[in-house]
């Protein structure tokens, strides 16, 4: 068994197409097919189930997936730990983050670190907190910046910073002159919201469940720019954080008195496996930062 058949093998997992699986991997389609082919020799077992247009995993296929992934991340951990103890300065930090820290926290953490370290680079995953704790778990992340505890085993989370959460009506509402409400005060308007697979999703369901509300949801989407844009359109109210790119929407942002509406947001790292050097310095410098702020 090669290395290269693992590699292999895992894209056509993934990707469940031999042409596509060829051209992503940058090899041919009869070099993908006989690397496949040897490597179901040398386990004697089918790993996948062919037919004309695609290949699903066998049962066997789908437990040597987990095995494949797990041999190859601990390949490239061992990859980066030798060069981080070659070069004590670089290494590689796989970071992940929700899509509303990708506008305001993580370029500005990125530029202050790099101005420290320059020589350490990073690969960058935006996803939803479902992905999030699954990319850790898996390995695939370092680190993630993420609002509240990831309800995973083994996962530890610090908090780093708490953000408000507003309610957000078209500049036209009749109550876009107040500078607070309560919440049940929107509890009979249409309400736009994120997908549930989003911490936000979670966290808005939480306060109108404390409200003893029953929010009337008409739109969900996967941004809060295009959750704010809908909300400027007039066609509902949303609870959002203030972030970069919505200054420029014709909506009024609401403090909320009751309940108090807020979102923790810290770092989370998968305890049970140990970080990379360039990843350790990551980790201790955002904890710094913001034990100092």
């Not at 699903?56 to 095995?67: A, I, K, M, V, W």
């Not at 061992?78 to 930090?93: C, F, K, L, Y």
């Not at 509303?100 to 907190?129: A, C, D, T």
């Not at 008409?218 to 200054?247: H, Q, W």
Request: with cysteine.
């Amino acid at each position: 068994m090669e290395l290269n058949q693992l590699e292999y093998f895992v894209a056509l997992a993934h990707i469940k197409n031999f042409t596509k699986a060829a051209k992503s991997l940058n090899v041919s389609q009869p070099a993908l097919s006989r690397s496949i082919s040897r490597l179901e020799k040398d386990l004697n077992i089918p790993l996948f189930i062919r037919d004309s247009r695609k290949v699903n995993l066998t049962q066997y296929g789908q437990t040597f997936l987990t095995y494949a992934e797990r041999i190859l991340q601990e390949l490239e951990t061992a990859r980066q730990d030798i060069t981080n103890m070659a070069e004590p300065d670089s290494g590689v930090v796989n970071l992940s983050f929700m899509h509303s820290l990708g506008v305001y926290l993580v370029p500005e953490l990125l530029k202050e670190f790099r101005k420290i370290y320059p020589k350490i680079q990073f690969r960058l995953s935006q996803n939803h907190s479902f992905l999030l704790s699954k990319q850790l778990f898996k390995g695939e992340s370092d680190l993630c910046l993420c609002s509240s505890p990831i309800n995973s085993e083994g996962i530890a989370w610090v908090p780093l910073l708490t953000e408000e959460l507003f309610i957000i009506v078209p500049s036209t509402h009749p109550l876009a002159h107040r500078s607070s409400i309560n919440i049940t005060e929107v509890a009979s308007e249409p309400f736009i919201t994120l997908k549930p697979m989003y911490g936000l999703r979670t966290k808005t369901e939480h306060i109108f469940e404390v409200a003893s509300i029953r929010p009337k949801i008409r739109f969900e989407g996967d941004e809060i720019v295009t959750v704010a844009s809908l909300v400027a359109a007039n066609l509902g109210v949303s609870l959002v954080p203030k972030i970069p790119g919505m200054e420029h929407l014709d909506i009024k942002f609401i403090s909320v008195d009751n309940p108090k509406c807020i979102r923790d947001i810290g770092l989370a790292w998968y305890a049970n496996k140990p970080l990379s050097l360039a990843a350790h310095r990551f980790q201790n410098f955002i904890i710094d930062k913001f034990n100092h702020e």
